[in-house]
Nanobody
Framework: QVQLVESGGGLVQAGGSLRLSCAASGRTFSWYAMGWFRQAPGKEREFVAAISRNGGSTSYADSVKGRFTISRDNAKNTVYLQMNSLKPEDTAVYYC?????????????????WGQGTQVTVSS
């Protein structure tokens, strides 16, 4: 069992930055690849970014490439999502997820554990 708790969401103006954190507990954090997904109102949840167990591999959705950076600190059992140059279309609830795998999943079905989400609102 892995428990995930996101934090760091909030309201920011377009062009601004936020850093999301996801704290994990329960099992050995370094066993899990970690991902961030988001869901905007009226839309399906979509992949944002993912990182391998040791942080050596990352993957990003095209819509955030060059603006968002995923990282992790296995000593702190935490994964981060640094979001820069935010746009109104980045407004969504952001979820972190954990996958017991050596690869870097980019689809929801690759993940077993999910957090409750944190709201990010970008005003124009």
């Amino acid at each position: 069992q892995v428990q995930l708790v996101e934090s760091g969401g909030g309201l920011v103006q377009a062009g601004g930055s936020l850093r999301l954190s996801c704290a994990a507990s329960g099992r050995t954090f370094s066993w899990y690849a970690m991902g961030w997904f988001r869901q905007a109102p009226g839309k399906e949840r979509e992949f944002v970014a993912a990182i391998s167990r040791n942080g050596g591999s990352t993957s990003y959705a095209d819509s955030v490439k060059g603006r968002f950076t995923i990282s992790r600190d296995n000593a702190k059992n935490t994964v981060y999502l640094q979001m820069n140059s935010l746009k109104p279309e980045d407004t969504a609830v952001y979820y972190c997820a954990a996958a017991l795998t050596i690869v870097v999943p980019t689809t929801e079905d690759g993940y077993y554990y999910w957090g409750q989400g944190t709201q990010v609102t970008v005003s124009s």
